[in-house]
Nanobody, 120 residues
Framework: VQLQASGGGLVQAGGSLRLPCAAS????????MAWFRQAPGKEREFVAG???????YYSDSVKGRFTISRDNAKNTVYLQMNSLKPEDTAVYYC???????????????WGQGTLVTVSS
């Protein structure tokens, strides 16, 4: 499975961005999909995930502000980010795996990352 994340950019605090991640080369509908992020000097962390059956899970830091969704017809997962804060600044990665969870090791396939910068 190949994953291509896009949609990153520079946004002011309080603004919104939507990150799509397009998948190819596999049966997208069978995978759990997730977004992780990595800020400079920090470890990669789980942001949001969605199972093959559309069960969603969020980290406490983004709950209520971010929404993950998937369109199996388009082989794409989305991360809608609202009320962005400077601390959301990071490279955002999409990932695919057999099971939904917050652990990096659960995911076998990773996109290349897209940079989100939130200015104060």
């Amino acid at each position: 499975v190949q994953l291509q994340a896009s949609g990153g950019g520079l946004v002011q605090a309080g603004g919104s961005l939507r990150l799509p991640c397009a998948a190819s080369g596999g049966t997208f509908s069978r995978y759990a999909m997730a977004w992780f992020r990595q800020a400079p000097g920090k470890e990669r962390e789980f942001v949001a995930g969605i199972s093959w059956s559309a069960i969603t899970y969020y980290s406490d830091s983004v709950k209520g502000r971010f929404t993950i969704s998937r369109d199996n017809a388009k082989n794409t997962v989305y991360l809608q980010m609202n009320s962005l804060k400077p601390e959301d600044t990071a490279v955002y990665y999409c990932a695919a795996g057999a099971k939904l969870g917050t652990t990096i090791s659960l995911y076998d396939y990773w996109g290349q990352g897209t940079l989100v910068t939130v200015s104060s």
